[in-house]
């Protein structure tokens, strides 16, 4: 949920979710996730969540194809943004959504617990090469910047990561209910006030928009959540939130019974969500690959989408790096 490096054009996605609503989308990006920032979440919560029941190592078929510590310790730490609806979010001390289902039937191939950890989305990244998760599954773009670990001006500032690719989606701008400044595209927002997540493709595709404002100006106001940027948008603060067109119809569906926000424009270019692996876990990624290619093959992936009304955004084959 979510959302976060930028993509050539003005392309904008962090995640895709759930509303079978035929949405008014509006721009697109892609990526979630900052790995230029640090992680600064010292009280992170930890959920089995959906995804914790574990298929015994004995009957999963691609148990073989993890790396020995995996297999030893019968878990992967999953690091995750659950504030995010519908691709992660808490209810009830447990962390559901789209990906804790598809973390669930990943682990029926591969015969280990997908042990999710809440933490800021902006640390993700970072949080694999300290070791606090082995991958990341938050409704992540997958982008060149990200896989060579590119800041947004395209400072190399870390190895990058490894994508294993398992969705599709665009982005599209959330506005209040009536849309009271009629906005309709990105260019719309010159001259206004904007809230978005910290540390997302959205809040540089804001950065970008600025600068094409020139002497009309654009003011950004970043925030640790999504949610937070939503209640900016509904309190009149700020005339739009930027988002993945899945989750930007599921908020316009659910908050306030329907009566909070609205999609705005039409969504467009839509990009890859992946589990993000570390570049020096290629067995790891290899054997998700391998594991999200199965549950495509039986069903499964299909089933758990159908589930969150997200079906728009099936692949037909898991890619690693597919992102641009």
Known sequence: MTARTTRPSAALTRLTAVAAVAVAGTLVLTGCGDQTKKDKDTSSSVSPGASGSTAASGGAPLFSKLPKKYQDSKTIQVGTDASYAPMEQTEGGKIVGIDPDIADALSKQLGVTFKFTNGKFDGLITSLSTGRADIVMSA?????????????????????????????????????????????????????????????????????????????????QPFDTDSEAQTRVKAGGAVADLNDTPVAAYIAQKSGNGNDFEVAGSPADAGPFGIAVSKDNAQLRDALKAAMDAIIADGTYAKVLQKWNATSGAITAAAINGGS
């Open 140 to 220: 992540m773009s997958d982008t060149k910047a990200r896989q060579e670990g590119l800041d947004d001006k395209g400072k190399k500032i870390g190895k990058g990561v490894d994508f294993v690719d398992y969705y599709t989606s665009g982005s599209s701008l959330l506005v209040k209910k009536g849309n009271p400044k009629g906005i309709k595209t990105l260019a719309d927002v010159c001259g206004q006030t904007v809230a978005v997540q910290r540390g997302t493709i959205y809040e540089d595709a804001f950065k970008k928009q600025k600068t094409a404002c020139g002497s009309k100006g654009l003011t950004i």
